[in-house]
């Protein structure tokens, strides 16, 4: 199981791209489950995932998460803002799986 997290400042705006992004990987058959926090919740979740992506309006996080995330071997990246503004789960999902191979 590959573990995705998106933060995002509050959790909510990235709640539909994680249901996009869970429902292609459905399709796909892919063992993947992706969950959306806030910037808040982040060290409640980190020990639990294996990719973290920002979204683009925390894009200044992205020091401090890989900070955070690096020592434990978890990517961090930040979603292409185009991916996001259309909700392109798809593409995101992608993006996100690309950081582990």
Same mark, same amino acid.
Request: contains cysteine.
């Given at each position: 199981?590959?573990?995705?997290?998106?933060v995002?400042?509050?959790?909510?705006?990235?709640?539909l791209?994680?249901?996009?992004?869970?429902? +292609?990987?459905?399709?796909?058959?892919?063992?993947?489950? =992706?969950?959306?926090?806030?910037?808040?919740?982040?060290?409640?979740?980190m020990?639990? /995932?294996?990719? +973290?992506?920002?979204?683009?309006? /925390?894009?200044?996080?992205?020091?401090?998460?890989?900070?955070?995330?690096e020592?434990?071997? +978890?990517? +961090?990246? =930040? =979603?292409?803002?185009?991916?996001?503004?259309?909700?392109?789960?798809?593409k =995101?999902?992608?993006?996100?799986?690309?950081?582990?191979?």
């Amino acid at each position: 199981m590959v573990n995705i997290m998106l933060v995002c400042s509050a959790g909510m705006s990235t709640s539909l791209l994680v249901s996009k992004m869970n429902k +292609v990987a459905k399709e796909r058959e892919l063992d993947v489950n =992706v969950i959306a926090v806030a910037e808040a919740d982040v060290k409640n979740n980190m020990d639990k /995932v294996d990719i +973290v992506l920002l979204g683009p309006q /925390v894009r200044y996080l992205l020091p401090k998460m890989k900070e955070l995330m690096e020592p434990k071997n +978890v990517p +961090v990246d =930040v =979603v292409n803002t185009i991916d996001y503004g259309t909700m392109n789960g798809e593409k =995101v999902l992608e993006h996100a799986l690309s950081l582990v191979k």
